[in-house]
């Protein structure tokens, strides 16, 4: 079993580059932003609790966001490991995460922290669009649409997110720099910690983190079309 956190501010491409690793290994993408808006599409109380901390650029409180995230990977699918996505975001969360994994035997292996500039990181997030109908992403700064608000895929309508406005963006940025950043610390004093570029391109990104933990890019890349 082998367990990757995998950290890095708002629009550092964590999302992305969780799902390119997990599909190159055999590890599961485990996002806590997943978990919280399966749960508002589904109605829940919590969902609704968690969503007006994200529309603040807030943190959802430690014990909702622990409560979810040990139930998701007690689940089959992650027996192999798991790479998670947006958690720990606190030093309690990662405690808390260290706690439940020594109960099964298991520990935290590798730490990979995606580091973009802050300047970058308010354009890819406030230029941020998605499709209402595929779900298809843009961004107004580096990869817009080629009609304003019209998704190239299936002519949907392109809509922005609550949490991605500026002024919101700029607040989630503080909040992750002065609560979670911490973290950075923290698994570089246990040896955890491997520093990767995020700026450079997806690909490049996603191989550089495979050499991190000792994985042969070559013998993972994705098949040719």
Known sequence: MTNVILLGPPGAGKGTQAKTLSERTSLSHVASGDLFRAALSEGTELGLLAKSY?????????EVVIGMILERIAQPDCANGVIFDGFPRTLEQATALEQALAKHGSTID????????QDVLLRRIAGRQTCKTCGATYNIYYFPSHRPGICDACTGKLYQRSDDSLETAQNRLDVYFTQTAPLIEYYKQQGLLHEIDGQREISLVADAMLLALNINPELTAPPKE
């Open 54 to 62: 994200m529309d603040r650029g807030e943190l959802v409180p430690d």
């Open 110 to 117: 590798a730490v990979l922290y995606l580091f973009v500039p």
